[in-house]
């Protein structure tokens, strides 16, 4: 039976040199979840487009129940989509067995978690808690220790390997979770909300050894979170909404008058692959936007109007006799 979602894209057929996220880390086409909760079918994604490229640090954020962590799931093989296609580091999400979505979570990706409980074991030592994961791959035991004792100098930890994680403050531990989520060299990070559970400053210090992750360790790095503060901390900020990608705010670096350089955010609506967008929810509300709008079209760009307004003469061309 065909996928009714896959019917919306019909016609959008690319050739292999404009393929939708060629060579990018990950991608996410058209992803579409459904819950089904008693008699009820609830829809968390819907169609949402997403690309990441290599070694990009970048944020989604959302409100509750927007679908952000829904997609995080996704993403990190612990559930799968109710129709589109996903793919990380050259894996298809979508057509792994068992075995191979352990051998996903466990080699190409690594994962933060909110809950310093959930990511890292209390009886272990800083350091043993880094080498764990390199245990289950099968790393030998000389090898693991190095590796964990870079990684733990790389946090800014070297000297509190033997410490357990009571003895750690939270930005601390959080800071051990990083390490022992880089353990197994991962292509993609993915953090859920790593510092809710911590204050301003923390926080700060905990994305910047992400950063610093980042860079290092050329690592593709996805946080979720609803820290206001993101924006100036990650290269790009993918709001979403309604189960879709609505907006990224993208960093750019210009040069000033006098040679200097200014990092600058400029934030962009999101069109997805079948031609929908998503207003911001300040202008539909300024507009009193409903329903339908009327649009017309100049030489470049786009006039958006609501329905009861009669929209304005064409613009003429003043370098024309009109």
């Known amino acids: 039976m065909t996928n009714p979602f896959d019917l919306e894209r019909a016609g959008a057929h690319d050739s292999p040199k404009t393929a939708f996220g060629a060579g990018a880390q990950i991608v996410c086409d058209g ?16 169609g949402l487009d997403l690309t990441v490229d290599p070694a ?37 999400l979508l057509n792994m067995d068992s ?22 074991l209390p009886y272990l030592t800083a350091a043993e808690n880094v080498e764990m994961p390199m245990v289950f791959a099968g790393t030998p035991r000389p090898a693991r220790r190095e590796r964990a004792m870079h990684l733990l100098g790389l946090v800014g930890l070297g000297d509190r390997h033997a410490h357990r994680p009571q003895h750690l403050s939270g930005g601390e531990q959080q800071r051990v979770a990083i390490a022992a989520a880089l353990a197994n060299e991962p292509r993609v990070l ?6 809710g559970e911590l204050d301003t400053t923390t926080a700060t210090e905990v994305f910047d050894v992400l950063r610093v992750a980042n860079e290092e360790e050329e690592v593709t790095i996805v946080v979720v979170t609803h820290d206001p503060a993101v924006v100036d901390r990650v290269n790009r900020t993918v709001a979403i909404r309604d189960g879709r990608t609505s907006s990224e705010l993208v960093k750019v670096t210009s040069i000033g008058a006098e040679g200097e350089h200014r990092v600058l955010a400029e934030e962009f609506a999101v069109l997805d692959r079948v031609g929908r967008l998503q207003l ?16 017309t079209l100049d030489d470049d760009h786009i006039n958006v109007w609501p329905d009861n307004q009669p929209p304005p003469e064409p613009r003429r061309d003043s370098r024309g006799d009109g």
């Not at 992803?31 to 819907?46: G, H, M, P, R, T």
């Open 31 to 46: 992803l579409v979840k459904i819950y089904k909760i008693a008699d009820l079918e609830v829809v968390a994604l819907q």
């Open 190 to 195: 993915f953090a859920d909300e790593p510092t």
């Open 99 to 120: 075995g191979e979505r352990t051998s996903y979570r466990r080699t190409t990706i690594g994962s933060i978690w909110q809950q310093t409980s959930r990511n890292l």
């Open 280 to 295: 911001p929810t300040d202008y539909v509300e300024a507009l009193e936007l409903e329903r339908r709008v009327k649009l």
């Open 56 to 92: 990009e640090f970048i944020a989604i954020v959302g409100a509750s129940g927007s679908g952000k962590s829904t997609l995080l799931n996704i993403l990190g093989g612990l559930d799968t989509p109710s129709a589109g296609n996903v793919s990380v580091a050259g894996h298809d």
